[in-house]
């Protein structure tokens, strides 16, 4: 459902919209995870075809499985990065 072309159009101009620049889905088992690249205003307040993105939200809903520690309503939850190898510097081969 989410390959090029797929996805409703009215539902990709939304995505942009709110100042999303670039975005991934990536899938496992019962798991999402989305990694955004976004402008500083992001997420924008717009007016959407409400009633195309209600019924794409609908229809994605029912593979998408909440945390247990997420509210009723949150399909996304922010994460917050621990570990990026590119900010590292090291010896290679030398374990601390």
Known sequence: MHEPGAVWSTVIDHIRAQGVLAMEIWHRGDRLFMIIEAEDDFPRAVEATAADDMRWQRLMD?????????????????????????????MRGHAP
């Open 62 to 90: 029912r593979f998408q499985k909440r945390l247990r520690d997420a509210s009723p309503d949150e399909k996304w939850s922010p994460l917050h990065r621990i570990f990026c190898l590119a900010e590292h510097t090291g």
